[in-house]
């Protein structure tokens, strides 16, 4: 490898790690939660985890950035 392809890696890294970083993990982007309600467990999340970052294993994404 040489130095312009190691940029060219690192650059494309920094790239996927931003798009990733961005995702939010609240329960609002989970495919679990419809209506203000987890289908997973059949509740209501703490508020917090709905509109802020979720701490919930079992929040699912689609990968559908809209």
Not at 3 to 28: F, G, W
């Amino acid at each position: 490898m040489n130095l312009v392809e190691l940029n060219a890696i690192k650059t494309h890294l920094q790239k996927q790690l931003s798009d990733l970083e961005s995702i939010n993990t609240s329960c609002m982007s989970c495919t679990n939660f419809n209506g203000g309600s987890c289908k997973k467990f059949d509740a209501r999340p703490p508020d917090d985890w709905i509109h802020k970052k979720a701490d919930c294993v079992d929040w699912i994404w689609d990968t559908i950035p809209f």
